[in-house]
């Protein structure tokens, strides 16, 4: 029997993590082997639709909650230009530009309005903030990507929202949300106006989604939820379908301990472990050994080993000249990147040449400037080179670019880069560490693996590495190698068993 795959998940945004990266990963896996699947958001967004497709997806891989209840789930792209735009009367109103990024709206001179551009559109409008006689903002309207007024914020004084209405496309409210306490940005009631004829409140917005699931998935005898994130497993919970958590990081938060009874779960997991569990039909986790560890801690969690990233081509590579070393992710303190600094100095000293992209966002300002004083202290300033996030192509020309991937974190259940490193046929240098490295990579062959937190041995190890092409080729030939362990066609076989 065919079955209907729906993948829960908070949000594709606009910086990613591995999570919403394997949940995209995976979505586009489905879809070439056609089977029915979806990725189904909570959190409202009205770039979604613009993002996804920035990463490769379709307006049918996705169903948003609010789309739902706003019946715009089926809604394609239209372009609401502000110039030609119904929303101003030419007659009554002018449009006076600030830059390519806003217009004010004015009437006899004074500003009544704000009109942001989209991001990375000409002319479309995004929001529209509106001012009283004193120059505060008293609403905004929220413009949806795909070109439609999608809802209205009514603002405190003190700026904070107090009251939200969202519409359909057609610009009849549909929902609305409160806003109790003036300080708190958190909504304390959600309410569906005339859903099927009735008003429903709800006191959260998990709350909400359960009942949206319920009324999505309905009686779909044929459905099978693969939830994505730990928020989300209480409202999963309450499905009467086939139900699976995926558990895309590790378990515990010392990942040497992820095996010992007395290792710490993770306060995000730790509910599903101790109760949510038997309300679900498993657990799935990256790795074997990640499986093997959790059957021996939680014998009563059924669990499975699934990757959460498919490879759907390998390539082998041309010896590369450069000495680039790359790191991908999420720029942030569990990768432990102060050491990683250290070991490109280190290697400084033997390769003079060497540079490191440093590529993704960083989620802590202060963490930002800590790892650009290090750098500049270190004077790798012509060294180390920080990137933004990247998609797409812009994505795999560093990969085109690289010579090694590294990386310095203390544990991964899997590690998205760790895999694309491999199927572009690049060796991939670690620390020794629960769960993927150890299940991908090994010593002298696709890579290497070092004992953490041994910065020395780790510059000496991409020293070697650099230095002989003759070992760098082997590896790089047995990267790919690795990696068609992973190709779609086996890891869709394993989805299909579940």
Known sequence: MQQNYYFTNENIFSFNSGTEFSAINRQKLFKKNQMKSWIVTRNYNQNLYFTAQQHGLEYDDLINMYDYFQNAVDVKKHHEYLRYSKLIDKHEYKIVGVDNNSSLIKRHGRTLAKVEIAPQTVGEIGNVLYYDQFGNITSKDVWDVRGFKSKTEYMHPDGHIGHEILYDYDG?????????FKNNDNPSMFKLLNYKGKNLRFNDENELFAFFLKELIGKDHK????????????????????????????????????????GTLF???????????????????????????????????????ISDIAVFNTKLVDQKVDNHLLFLGRLSPDHNLEQMIKIVGLVKEEIPEIKLNLVGYFDNPDYREKLKKMVKDLALEKNIIFKPYLVGQAKQEQFDNAKLVIDTSFGEAMGMTMVEALSNGIPFVSYDVNYGPRFMINNNYNGFLINQGDTKAFAECLVKLLKDDKIYQKLSNNASLTSKKLLDKLIIKQWEKI
């Open 223 to 262: 459905a099978i939820v693969i939830n994505d994130r730990p928020s989300l497993i209480a409202p999963v919970a309450q499905l009467n379908c086939k139900k699976y958590q995926y558990l895309h990081s590790i378990q515990t938060t010392d990942a040497e301990m992820a095996g010992n009874p007395k």
């Open 267 to 305: 306060p995000a997991f730790a509910p599903f472990f101790t109760n949510d569990f038997q309300y679900y039909d498993g657990l799935i986790v990256p790795t074997p050994g990640q499986a093997k560890d959790i059957n021996n801690l939680f014998p009563n969690i059924n669990t499975r080993s």
């Open 172 to 180: 009849q409210p549909v929902m609305e949300i409160t806003h109790m």
